[in-house]
């Protein structure tokens, strides 16, 4: 396979294809209507199952039915049409069913704009629907890494039998950029025995978030946890840049995360040692390595296109060992290279007062 | 906002008569609707009803997530914008305490056919004091041209390359013959706005439907045929005829269901 | 090393995303990273539209930038933008068919090609993105024009392959104007 100009929109909704996607329902909404649209043919043409629903609660539904008969099943989204999908969402994790879901942030709150957002990071990681879990959430700042994130959205599902959320911005969907697709996989050749395909032969399955009695939904809670905690303990990912003799640690991930990657290379350029934490992974948060850093650099700035939500983490994860600084922008406009330089140079200079 | 300024005034001699004058009810501003599309069109054929009714002042509008969610920059009342398909629950909730406003929805066929599905149904079975003009264009408009629940049996939409397949897509729906089963609805409707006549035709409509909410009759809907040039890739004029060819056949232009109460209105 | 950070921006319609996106396509024929975003949004109906388009040996980082090396703008309202954006050291090449430019306006980062009338010329005003583009590749000779020629003919949709020769033609006829004005 060679590299070639993908849309990032274009570029998911065939890398989940390839990597044996069996079934697709959604509704359009920009910006990543052309992943739906993508997918109306090709999927078709792979003899799998397309659908546009008549609604963001009912296509999630019909993801999450698709899911508990045990085929590998997706949606994608943005802003209003992932707060329509949040029911869903929570039946999923508590029947313990595989999903993936592209959310790609545009600007809110309400109808907002199209413009490319991080503001749903609370919503994504801290409280995607009611009751008590996390689902995983994958941040992409790129083509290439949001194509190899639906592989590993679709392995991490069907591991932890959870739901995946594969976090972009609308830059990420509308940007083409210099990627390589995966190679064609075949569609799983069986069900899961979990899966309700008919009880022929075998004892019946039920699958249900329902547990009438409270000792019941506890046990059900437990176990949940316990698969937050192995979740936590196996699947952190993140991305270090020249973190080992920063003074300043930049922490953003997904469109910011990307964009701190040429602050860091103007910043080295001035002589200022910069080093760059970008999470891969917004839930579970790369707590551990940001506690290392925090022993070792002498400030963070955290960039996002939001009021300030993963910097809470970072916040709680800091401890107040160091100062932190927040550059964000918001109502969809991208950060620039030279205003968050600014902001580099001035914390640089105050610490070293 | 700016002062409205008559052009006529000043160039046209008084002893002419004024037969066309610029609605009341209508802001002076440029649009967004693409050349040709129909809602333009069908937003001054009800900002022409609030005038002749003498409303503008008394009158709120709901504006639908689609092409139509800035119909508030071009009809000069109160106005809200709801969520996709939510207009007429939003709506809903501004008469019950407004009993004493006129309040209209304006929603195009993804917003209340698709998502919007049950707040209209609902809406219209428990007969709520609500207009709602409703464009049909068999199109989603502002999100580039997929395909809406009233697109036609093989019509080439961005989400129905090979055209619609009515066996794994489902068949197009026709909106004002379920609205008019319900008990609530007083008048319900199917116009087209794609010629002079049909235009006239759905004016009257649309002012029934006002007329049928003033006097406390019940719900009320005008459904409009409408083009949209742009994502069916046709030019304006080979849009409307395409429309008059393929979209009335399915959609037959009727007045489904007129209680004898909104007959004995008239449109005056 | 090689790396350009530029905006084409015009009218929906003059072409404007396409002239980027083949150039695009030949940066990574030629090996190089790229990253093209456009502006997108209800502004795009009959608007103005405009791509920012980043080739370089390095990886790209950030995919839009404040002040671009380079813009090719096709109509006033991005001159007008992009007059005061473009670095300058930078290259702004204006399309001077529809952009009028009083002397005093001039500066040393202009290249002035009047794109439109070479290609109703041509036949097809609609090749002034190919006029600018063949002008643009040949003055900064970030990627060779035969790749550029390459790439348009696997990108040229059917419909509207009968096209290929004249925007060929109109390619060369942008390169020409820069030979001459060095
Ligand atoms: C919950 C939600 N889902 C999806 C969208 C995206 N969206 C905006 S308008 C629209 C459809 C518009 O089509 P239609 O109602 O037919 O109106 P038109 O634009 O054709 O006038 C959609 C799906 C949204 N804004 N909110
Ligand atoms: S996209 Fe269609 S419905 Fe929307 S403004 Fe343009 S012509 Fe009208």
Not at chain 1, 108 to 122: R, T, W
Not at chain 1, 173 to 182: D, F, K, T, V
Not at chain 1, 204 to 213: H, M
């Amino acid at each position: 396979m060679t590299k070639q100009l993908l849309k990032g929109n274009i570029a998911f909704a065939e890398a989940a294809l390839r990597y044996g996607l069996e079934a697709y329902f959604g509704y359009p909404i920009t910006p990543q209507s052309e992943a739906l649209e993508h997918l109306s043919g090709r999927m078709i043409e792979e003899g799998r199952v397309f659908l546009q629903a008549e609604s963001e609660v009912a296509a999630i539904n019909m993801v999450y039915g698709a899911a508990c008969a045990g085929v590998r099943t997706m949606t994608s989204t943005s802003g209003p049409g992932y707060s329509l999908m949040a029911e869903g969402l929570s039946y999923i994790v508590g029947s313990e069913v595989p999903v993936v879901v592209v959310n790609m942030m545009r600007g809110g709150p309400g109808l907002g704009n199209i413009q490319p957002s991080q503001a749903d990071y609370f919503f994504m990681t801290k409280s995607a629907g009611h009751g008590d879990f996390h689902p995983i959430v994958l941040a992409p700042a790129s083509v290439q890494e949001i194509i190899d994130m639906m592989g590993l959205a679709f392995t991490l599902a069907e591991t932890y039998r959870t739901l995946v959320i594969v976090a972009g911005d609308g830059c990420i969907g509308q940007m083409m950029e210099s990627a390589e697709l995966p190679p064609m996989a075949a569609t799983r050749q069986s069900r899961p025995e979990w899966a309700i395909t008919g009880a022929r032969g075998r004892d019946r399955n039920i699958i249900t978030s329902l547990y009438l009695g409270p000792e019941n939904l506890e046990r059900l809670n437990h176990r949940l946890q316990a698969k937050l905690a192995r979740i936590q303990a196996n699947e952190i990912r993140y991305q270090e840049m020249q973190v080992d003799d920063a003074d300043l640690l930049l922490v953003a991930y997904g469109t910011a995360g990307r964009i701190c990657t040429s602050v860091l290379r103007e910043a080295r350029k001035q002589g200022l040692r910069v080093g760059l934490l970008r999470p891969q992974t917004l839930w579970p948060f790369p707590e551990e390595r940001l506690a290392e850093l925090s022993q070792q650099v002498r400030s963070m700035l955290v960039v996002e296109m939001s009021a300030g939500q993963m910097l809470e983490d970072v916040q709680r994860v800091v401890q107040g060992r160091v100062p932190i600084r927040f550059h964000g922008r918001m109502g969809g406009i991208i950060p620039m290279v030279d205003e968050i330089l600014d902001d580099v140079t001035s914390l640089v200079q105050t610490a070293a007062a | 906002m700016a002062e409205k300024t008559t052009v006529a005034a000043a160039t046209i001699p008084e002893i002419y008569e004024p037969v066309y004058t610029y609605p009341d009810s209508l802001t002076e501003v440029s649009t967004h609707y693409c050349p040709g599309c129909v809602h333009g069109i069908v937003h001054r054929l009800v900002a022409e009803v609030i005038d002749e009714l003498g409303i503008r002042e008394d009158t709120i509008g709901v504006a639908p997530v689609g092409c139509a969610v800035l119909a508030y920059n071009y009809l000069d009342v109160d106005f809200v914008e709801a969520a996709h398909g939510r207009a007429p629950a939003m709506a809903t909730g501004i008469k019950r305490v407004n009993p004493d406003k006129v309040v209209f929805t304006y929603q195009g066929d993804g917003d209340l056919a698709a998502i919007g599905t049950a707040e209209i149904i609902h809406a219209a079975n428990r007969g709520e004091l609500l207009t709602t003009v409703f464009i049909n264009n068999a199109i989603y408009g502002m999100t580039g041209g997929q395909m809406a629940p009233t697109t036609l049996s093989g019509m080439v939409t961005t989400s129905t390359p090979t055209g619609r397949d009515c066996l794994l897509a489902g068949y197009p729906v026709r909106m004002s013959e379920i609205l008019a089963q319900t008990a609530g609805a007083v008048y319900v409707a199917r116009e087209s706005a794609l010629d002079i006549a049909g235009i006239r035709r759905t004016k009257q409509a649309i002012k029934r439907a006002f007329l049928a909410q003033i006097h406390g009759l019940g719900f009320a809907c005008v459904e409009v045929l409408a083009t949209c040039p742009t994502n069916w890739n046709l030019e304006p004029w080979s849009a409307l005829e395409w429309a008059k060819e393929n979209m009335g056949a399915f959609f037959p232009l009727q007045t489904f269901k007129m209680t004898d109460e909104v007959k004995a209105l008239g449109t005056r | 090393m090689r790396h350009i950070e530029t905006v084409f921006s015009g009218f929906g319609g003059q072409g404007i995303l396409f002239a980027g996106q083949l150039l695009s396509y030949a940066g990574i024929a030629a090996g190089l990273y790229v990253t093209w975003i456009p502006s997108y949004g209800p502004e795009m109906r009959g608007g103005t539209a405009n791509c920012t388009v980043i080739l370089s040996e390095e990886e790209i980082g950030a995919p839009v930038v404040r002040h671009p090396t380079a813009a090719v703008v096709m109509n006033s309202p991005s001159f007008l933008k992009y007059r005061s954006l473009v670095k300058p050291e930078g290259l702004l090449f204006v399309n001077t068919s529809l952009i009028d430019i009083k002397d005093e306006e001039e500066d040393a980062r202009m290249i002035l090609i009047p794109a439109s009338d070479l290609a109703t010329e041509l036949g097809n005003i609609r090749m002034a993105n190919m006029v600018m583009l063949g002008a643009f590749v040949e003055r900064t000779g970030i990627v060779a024009l035969d790749a550029v020629k390459e790439q348009l003919a696997e990108h040229l949709s059917e419909r509207q392959q009968k096209w290929l020769e004249p925007n060929y033609v109109a390619l060369e006829r942008g390169a020409a104007l820069i030979e001459t004005q060095v």
